[in-house]
């Protein structure tokens, strides 16, 4: 799961939130486990996790990206803000992604 402390108060997100994926609860999308999370320069929160892509929560939508979208991942062990407040995606694989706002582009221009 995923917990935030507030004070002296743990709160379980996910459930906090109610955050549903699909109309299935999202503590079963989140089951694989998380390796990283960091927020955007808007306040977004980005999740990457072991095995189940990439998520983002904009505070009302929570949004899946897959290896469907233009992000061929399963496994998202790091996500890093620069000082400039663009997000970069280090994946299993060994590739380093970056996200444009509406599509993760590969660092170094290979395609996908």
């Known amino acids: 799961g995923l917990n935030y402390l507030e004070g002296d108060t743990l709160t379980n997100f996910i459930?906090?939130?109610s955050l549903i994926n699909n109309d299935k609860a999202i503590k079963e999308e989140f089951g694989t486990g998380f390796q990283a999370i960091e927020q955007d320069k808007n306040g977004d929160l980005w999740f990457?996790?072991?095995?189940?892509?990439?998520?983002?929560?904009?505070?009302?939508?929570l949004?899946?990206?897959?290896?469907?979208?233009?992000?061929?991942?399963?496994?998202?062990k790091t996500i890093y803000r620069d000082k400039n407040g663009d997000l970069w995606f280090g994946l299993n694989e060994g590739s380093v992604y970056g996200f444009n706002?509406?599509?993760?582009?590969?660092?170094d221009g290979m395609e996908n």
Do not use: A, M, Q
């Open 101 to 107: 706002g509406k599509s993760f582009y590969r660092f």
């Open 15 to 17: 459930e906090e939130y």
């Open 63 to 76: 949004t899946h990206y897959t290896s469907i979208d233009t992000l061929p991942i399963g496994i998202c």
């Open 48 to 61: 990457g996790t072991f095995g189940n892509g990439v998520w983002r929560y904009d505070g009302k939508k």
